[in-house]
């Protein structure tokens, strides 16, 4: 196999997945329910086919076929999740010893395995007794996550030196504060507001502890970023929209973790809207001296802005105040997520925090192509034939290996996901994996893009 594009030495190959979406064993061993478990109890028609948290792909019962799987498709590096609601079920206090050895077998696994493992500490995934003293808008719980985050650090920190204090803290803002698609589906811009500080506020906590206890290894944050392009380069009220929209959804959390402050113009704008959320003495300083070592970057699409041209008619502070999003015509589309593919976005990510991030290490920790009915492209020998997945991968790896060139500090590339997911309210309708998952027997069978894959990170480049 001649190389073209040759990858660092010592780049990480791998996939993402978390605890929530993986483990499944919901009501089992000691854990209690998170948001998740609660709202399809109460609203099961929310979840595609009904499918609810419960039936997640079995990791717990699993994880040693699994992470032979791993090793079978090349993985050099694996990151998922621990779930708050299994290590400390209530929340706070007493940690559950059975949740311990499973976390504790499954690294140990991974590094017999020789696959490095990045660990996870929230991923969308609150544990119903912390919702239900206010979520992310409480102080206490900023506190009991800080405290959860340092109980991870004792237990897994001599093992685990890679660790993310979050996965995509933006979502739960927009989904479960602004636009309805998480728990618990609040329209408020006042709240979204406090519930992004509080997230920026426990990843500085978590940090702070992560350095007080000494350990030798890495803390960062997992940030979905998906760059804002205006209409027309040329009409200044298009750029001026695409760069509000910029402010909302990358740099909110990309200054705040990277450079500890949050941007100027943001803070500007939700003051002018009295939207600001409330902090106290020392928070900003908090904030300022904790920040990450590295990033994971999540990239699945761009987006696409034009100057406000539709009335805004809520009666809410929302981000769409300032912006409409626009279709460009002639985008290449995954159809079945109702994406664009635009694989330079992941180009001008390397360059934007080359230029603007002071070069802070990172690495794509999550890029994908959900495909909903995949079973008709199995072949007789009972394997899905994805070559539309490979040519996604293909057509991404070729722009991350220009940013790199260019002197971009990315150490690795990881898939979402492994094996075909349990996805929130889409639960299994698009399909990510490496790897097949049959939900009726809970049979793994390697896609050709898991074959494809290993040859990928056995020759660091295709």
């Known amino acids: 196999m001649t190389v073209e594009y040759k990858f660092p030495e ?26 998740w478990d609660y709202w399809y109890k109460e609203e099961p028609e929310r979840f595609f086919d009904n499918v609810g948290p419960q ?3 079995t990791f717990y019962a699993n994880y040693k076929e699994d992470i ?15 779930q708050w609601s299994r290590l400390i079920p209530d929340g706070v206090g007493e940690v559950n010893q059975k949740a311990v050895d499973f976390y504790n077998n499954v690294i140990d696994e991974l590094i017999v395995n020789d696959v490095l493992p990045i660990m996870n500490l929230f ?5 119903m007794c912390m919702q239900e003293k206010g979520g992310w808008e409480s102080r206490e719980v900023v506190d009991a996550y800080a405290a959860f985050a340092k109980k991870c650090f004792e237990l897994f920190g001599d093992r685990v030196k890679h660790w993310m204090t979050f996965n995509e803290p933006i979502v739960p803002v927009e989904g479960g504060y602004l636009y309805n698609f998480h728990y618990p589906k609040v329209k408020d811009g006042k709240r979204a507001a406090q519930v992004a500080f509080h997230t920026m506020l426990a990843n500085a906590k978590s940090i702070k502890e992560y350095k007080e206890l000494g350990q030798d290894g890495q803390i960062g944050i997992v940030l979905n970023l998906t760059p804002s392009y205006p209409r027309s380069t040329e009409n200044e009220a298009d750029v ?14 990309l200054d705040s973790s990277v450079l500890g402050e949050v941007p100027a113009e943001l803070v500007e704008l939700l003051k002018e809207h009295d939207v600001l959320p409330v902090y106290e003495e020392g928070d900003v300083e908090l904030i300022k001296n904790n920040t990450v070592q590295y990033l994971g970057v999540n990239y699945y699409q761009p987006r696409r802005i034009k100057q406000k041209e539709s009335e805004y008619t809520e009666d809410v502070f929302m981000p769409d105040m300032f912006f409409d999003n626009y279709e460009m015509p002639g985008r290449k589309m995954n159809p079945y997520r109702g994406w664009e593919i635009y694989e330079k976005g992941i180009y001008d990510i390397c360059t934007n925090i080359r230029e603007n991030y002071n070069n802070i290490p990172f690495y794509i920790s999550e890029n994908g ?3 909903e009915g995949e079973e008709k492209y199995i072949n007789e020998n009972g394997v899905v034939e994805d070559d539309y997945r490979i040519e996604f991968i293909k057509d991404h790896l070729r722009w991350l290996h220009k940013g790199i060139e260019e ?7 990881h898939l979402w996901t492994f094996i075909d997911c349990w996805s929130w309210t889409n639960a299994y309708k698009n399909r990510y994996g490496l790897i097949a998952l ?3 027997t809970q049979k793994r069978t390697i896609k050709k893009s898991g074959r494809w894959f290993k040859e990928v990170a056995d020759n660091n480049g295709f």
């Open 407 to 413: 002197g971009a500090n990315c150490t690795g590339y």
């Open 438 to 440: 049959d939900l009726e």
């Open 68 to 82: 032979k799987l791993l090793k079978e498709t090349g993985h050099n590096s694996f990151r998922t999740s621990i």
């Open 10 to 35: 010592g780049f990480w190959w791998g996939t993402a997945t978390s605890g929530p979406q993986s483990e499944g064993a919901a009501d089992i061993d000691g854990r209690k329910m998170s948001i």
């Open 55 to 57: 039936d997640t792909s």
């Open 369 to 371: 192509m959900g495909v």
């Open 240 to 253: 001026k929209a695409a760069h509000i929209a910029d402010l909302f959804f990358n740099r909110s959390f």
């Open 123 to 127: 991923h969308f995934d609150m544990p």
